[in-house]
């Protein structure tokens, strides 16, 4: 079973809609929760953390964590064509210091 | 405040050849980390450092690869002899201390990556 786990995709959603990506993890222990954004061939951009249950809204981006059931979402309203690119979903394990486990990543489409 | 940075931006070796990457943290970020992507998987963690000490290399593949950090500012990764399979973008992320409680406050600010094609 892999640390993190992702949709791979590709998600395709039309402009002004809501994409929903989704993460699961694997250990109970997991304390951080990243979302990053990389378009291609770019470095992975921090967008979201989240460190606790529940929503945390940041502009027209939504992290949603549920630690009982091991799974962490992203929303993203209102989507832009800008928003096409690569989500990443990464893992803090409080006990492995700082190393950052990542899924392999939902590829985005939005279309005008 | 500039971001971190890394050199080259791509190399292409032969095998058995040695490479060495460049990663500069952002200034002030004592922990500094090695990341790779090799193509069609997820990024892996390689490893830890906090100022000049190694934190966690447990994730490094094989005694092919060292890493170093001098004076705990930027960091070097050489792998020598290169091989066909380390092939892939190498990452490094930089982040700030942890904040001093039960929870790794822990936002890693990554490079654009070197892209390393061994032949």
Known sequence: ?112 | EAGVTQFPSHSVIEKGQTVTLRCDPISGHDNLYWYRRVMGKEIKFLLHFVKESKQDESGMPNNRFLAERTGGTYSTLKVQPAELEDSGVYFCASSQDFLGDEVSYNEQFFGPGTRLTVL
Do not use: H
């Open chain 1, 1 to 112: 079973q892999k640390e993190v786990e992702q949709n791979s995709g590709p998600l395709s959603v039309p402009e002004g809609a809501i994409a929903s990506l989704n993460c699961t993890y694997s250990d109970r222990v997991s304390q951080s929760f990243f979302w990053y954004r990389q378009y291609s061939g770019k470095s992975p951009e921090l967008i979201m953390s989240i460190y606790s249950n529940g929503d945390k809204e940041d502009g027209r981006f939504t992290a949603q964590l549920n630690k009982a059931s091991q799974y962490v979402s992203l929303l993203i309203r209102d989507s832009q064509p800008s928003d096409s690119a690569t989500y990443l979903c990464a893992v803090n394990r409080g006990s492995t210091l700082g190393r950052l486990y990542f899924g392999r990543g939902t590829q985005l489409t939005v279309w005008p």
